[in-house]
């Protein structure tokens, strides 16, 4: 099993940042693939950035150039920072981790934090 914690959401303007963490715990071992996602109002769940366990990383191309992911292996954190905000960012963002188990067979297992609530407004 595997948890996630996401914090740093809030109210910013536009232009300003921000900068989201999830912490994980329990089975982190098995994580193959963390990522932030997000969900305005009415729209679908979209992806935004991800890191995989060796690093490789991809961006939403509406968020490219403005999102960077990183992550803290020594604290099991994964952030997002978030930079040139716009209203359009308005959504939950939930931190997501992809796992790996074997086990006789293999097993993927697909985690979700809470999510954490970004509004962008002037």
């Known amino acids: 099993q595997v948890q996630l914690v996401e914090s740093g959401g809030g109210l910013v303007q536009p232009g300003g940042s921000l900068r989201l963490s999830c912490a994980a715990s329990g089975s982190i071992f098995s994580i193959n693939e963390m990522g932030w996602y997000r969900q305005a109002p009415g729209k679908q769940r979209e992806l935004a950035a991800t890191?995989?366990?060796?690093?490789?990383?991809n961006y939403a191309d509406s968020v490219k150039g403005r999102f960077t992911i990183s992550r803290d292996d020594a604290k099991n954190t994964v952030y997002l920072q978030m930079n040139s905000l716009k209203p359009e960012d308005t959504a939950v963002y939930y931190c997501n981790a992809k796992s790996r188990v074997v086990f006789q067979t293999i097993r993927v297992y697909d985690y979700w934090g809470q999510g954490t609530q970004v509004t962008v407004s002037s």
């Open positions: 890191i995989t366990r060796g690093g490789t990383i």
